[in-house]
């Protein structure tokens, strides 16, 4: 019984091309987080929603696009990718917000060749 | 951006060993979170604090939000293999749709 799930689990991709990650939550949490960790493991958040609706956006590229069609889910797109955009992308969700324990999925490492 | 300063980055034990680190930071957070990151895993929450000078356990696990808070502590006693991971600090304020900041990361290895 996944909580939190991503898929894939692996993405190697060449630079320039377009890809998406799905992050699916079963918990019943209105609020969904994607978070990139990089090289160095250093986590850093990028968007976050709650019930579909975007709360915090980090100054992230804009060839970056997540996308909730419902609030058990939160894709993440990515346009035009390229070198730096390797790393592992995790995916997260909480019941709301401030207080609330986020759980998160497995991760997506993503490789630009 | 924000970011906490997390030490030590990386440490060596011997199983039964006692460990230690912490997370500092220029800003007040509302709360203190340490997670565990086990390989090819996502980060699972091991302790939550909420008030300045909370002490909390979880096992073996004890970590205090302190008293400025601007810092937090986490020590594990008795080490076990199991304990192998990265142990990320996580700081986290009111009205910042559940926004975490993260510490660098310590790196924990124990020998059997």
């Known amino acids: 019984d996944t909580a939190v799930s991503q898929t894939p689990k692996y993405l190697v991709t060449q630079m320039g091309n377009d890809k998406s990650i799905k992050c699916e939550q079963n918990?019943?949490?209105?609020?969904m987080y994607w978070y990139k960790q990089d090289s160095k493991k250093f986590l850093k958040i990028m968007f976050s929603?709650?019930?579909?609706?975007?709360?915090i956006n980090e100054t992230v590229p804009n060839r970056f696009s997540p996308k909730s069609p419902d609030k058990a889910h939160l894709n993440l797109h990515i346009n035009s990718l390229e070198l730096g955009d390797s790393a592992v992308y995790f995916c997260?969700?909480?019941?709301?917000?401030?207080?609330?324990?986020?759980?998160f999925g497995p991760g997506t490492r993503l490789t630009v060749l | 951006g924000q970011q906490l300063n997390q030490s030590p980055q990386s440490m060596f034990i011997q199983e039964g060993e006692d460990v230690s680190m912490n997370c500092t930071s220029s800003?007040?957070?509302?709360?203190w979170l340490w997670y565990k990151q086990d390989p090819g895993e996502g980060p699972v929450l091991l302790i939550a604090?909420?008030?300045?000078?909370e002490l909390t356990s979880n096992g073996r696990l004890t970590a205090q939000f302190g008293i400025t808070r601007k810092d937090s502590f986490l020590n594990i006693s008795a080490s076990i293999p199991s304990d192998v991971g990265i142990y990320f600090c996580?700081?986290?304020?009111?009205?910042?749709?559940?926004?975490?900041?993260f510490g660098q990361g310590t790196e924990l290895s124990v020998k059997p």
């Open positions: 918990l019943g949490h209105d609020t």
């Open positions: 929603y709650n019930n579909k609706e975007l709360i």
């Open positions: 604090l909420y008030k300045a000078g």
């Open positions: 997260a969700s909480s019941q709301t917000g401030f207080g609330d324990t986020q759980y």
């Open positions: 996580a700081g986290q304020w009111k009205n910042q749709g559940g926004k975490l900041i």
């Open positions: 800003s007040i957070f509302n709360t």
